[in-house]
């Protein structure tokens, strides 16, 4: 095994893909912790129809750079939906859902209307479920990667304490004048990027696991903000890497993988929780 | 005595209607006002507009001297999703001093030396690091408050903090936030414990569909809407 996998890794393109994979994972679970207590889980899976919506438009028009199309629209529709969300007057979650729904039909309905790939089902499904085989990433993908993840990493590290005070409690930031608004923004802006990112790896239906698990799997053990945090970095760095290597020498598609090994991880966490005492 | 707070014939509502209305009166700097009224009069929409969250409808609420909205502490009746929260104390309690940082991504030894000591002052400094949502109400509320303290020495609003305390917690809490009135910091509570508010208030606000008394303790104890109220409510 480890000859097959040393083997493997004389190709660059199989570094590159473990470095997005990593990558991916990485900034995927940061801002996770921050999406389940704000009750903003909604958030993250309606901006992943809404990027399948722009990828498929983007496929139509045949540009050849995709994220020009793709990246604005859904940070637009994460700007949107967080506006939505917050009106008391219409049904915050029935609009998302048929922003998100809505996508994902008219999406498919323009892939098959106008594709000229001869395989328009494996397009589909790579789109939804991520892409069958990494070792097709393209290199101005994988810096696109690192751009992408520098930004969301950098971004989180600078906001952190004000992302932890406006997830805790919103009216006392605002009442010592903290902007919460902005940092509402901020927040779905970045997890808007996150989308966008880890979209070509797991897929649109699968991101909002990415996004959700590690986190939920932290809290069940950790108690402190920060603690939660890098436990699910690392806990998503971890099943990243765990996923990329079983997809790698059992040809399973990565995305599916990565998501199976972080649900492990999750029941894992569960019995030990369960033993470890009275906490809840 | 330096006024803090004016309010003018402010109205209070939400789009679907007015909850209250008429509301006058003064804040002055080492006052202890307590907010008293019904379930529903709309105590809580008006801490929300003294903190600038919700504006008035009509009216004018006024900061005076310099004195600005963001130098209030606030401690919020709690909400749901605070609950199930990862969050230890110290991160808590820090988090008051955000305001203080600015632009500036994190805090500096200033701000965390100001929680370490508002925690000791507090006497919940061996709580640091336990976590928020496994301590007692009592305990949580003491954190609360030291947030608050770290986002401000000049005035602290209370929205119903006793709410779901033992009779001891409760008047542990009491006479903590009094001390904190006697080193001069500026309380508005609001409250349903009448007798807390007879004993601890210096004046009382009292609110229905309006403005029902404003004044002295002293003054609303001869007032007609105190008099009522003392004896509906049984107090002494
Ligand atoms: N977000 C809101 N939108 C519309 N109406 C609201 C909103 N919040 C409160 N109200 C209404 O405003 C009125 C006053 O509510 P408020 O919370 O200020 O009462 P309160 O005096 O704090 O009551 P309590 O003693 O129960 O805390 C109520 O009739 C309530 O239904
Ligand atoms: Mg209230």
Not at chain 1, 209 to 218: D, G, K, N, Q, R
Request: with cysteine; glycine share 8%.
């Amino acid at each position: 095994m480890a000859e097959k996998i040393q083997y493997y890794f004389q190709f660059p393109i199989v570094r590159y893909a473990l470095i997005v994979v990593l990558l991916v994972a990485l900034c995927s679970s940061l801002l996770g912790v921050t999406l389940v207590l704000k009750r903003f889980s909604f958030i993250g899976d309606g901006l992943s129809h809404v990027a399948f919506g722009a990828m498929a438009a983007a496929t139509v028009t045949g540009v050849t750079n995709q994220m020009i199309i793709i990246l604005p629209i859904t940070v637009i529709s994460a700007v949107l939906i967080l506006r939505t969300g917050r009106n008391t007057k219409i049904r915050g979650d029935a609009a998302i859902a048929m922003i998100s729904v809505g996508a994902l039909a008219v999406g498919y309905m323009l892939i098959n209307m106008f594709s000229k790939s001869a395989n328009i089902a494996g397009d589909v499904c790579s789109t939804l479920f991520g892409s069958t085989s990494i070792l097709t990433l393209k290199k101005e993908k994988v810096w696109l990667c690192i751009g992408l993840s520098a930004i969301v990493i950098f971004i989180f590290v600078l906001f952190y304490n004000k992302i932890f005070a406006v997830t805790f409690d919103e009216n006392f930031s605002k009442a010592t004048g903290i902007d919460a608004d902005t940092y509402n923004l901020i927040i779905a802006i970045t997890t808007a990027l996150i989308i966008v990112l880890a979209m070509s790896l797991v897929g649109s239906l699968l991101i909002s696991a990415l996004i959700i698990f590690p986190s939920i799997t932290a809290m069940r053990i950790f108690r402190s903000f920060k603690s939660v945090i890098i436990c699910s970095a690392v806990i998503s760095v971890i099943c990243a890497g765990i996923g990329f290597f079983v997809s790698l020498l059992y040809g399973t598609p990565v995305g599916a993988t990565i998501v199976t090994a972080n649900i492990a991880v999750f029941f894992i966490f569960c019995i030990i929780s369960s033993f470890s005492g009275t906490k809840k | 005595m330096s006024k803090q707070i004016i309010c003018r014939n402010a109205t209070l509502g939400y789009e679907d209607g007015i909850v209250t209305e008429n509301l006058d009166f003064t804040v002055n700097s080492g006052d202890y006002l307590c907010i008293l009224g019904e379930n529903g009069s709309g105590k809580s929409t008006l801490i929300k507009a003294l903190l600038g969250l919700r504006p008035q409808l009509s009216g004018e609420i006024k900061w005076c001297d310099g004195f600005k909205a963001k130098e209030i502490g606030y401690l919020p009746q709690q909400t749901p999703v605070q609950r199930d929260f990862p969050a230890s104390v110290r991160e808590i309690v820090l988090s008051g001093c955000l305001a203080k940082c600015g632009l500036r991504p994190f805090y500096n030894k200033a701000e965390k030396e100001l929680a370490e000591s508002t925690m000791k002052q507090l006497h919940i400094e061996e709580l640091a690091g336990r976590c928020y949502r496994e301590l007692s109400g009592g305990q949580q509320q003491r954190v609360l408050l030291a947030r608050a303290l770290c986002a401000t020495r000049k005035m602290l609003l209370l929205d119903e903090p006793v709410t779901g305390l033992d009779p001891k917690a409760q008047s542990d809490l009491y006479e903590l936030i009094a001390k904190l009135n006697r080193d001069g910091i500026t309380i508005i509570m609001v409250s349903h414990d009448l007798n807390a508010a007879l004993k601890y208030a210096s004046h009382i606000l009292h609110i229905g569909k309006k403005q029902l008394f404003f004044g002295t303790k002293e003054n609303y104890l001869t007032s007609k809407t105190g008099m009522n109220f003392i004896e509906t409510e049984g107090g002494e």
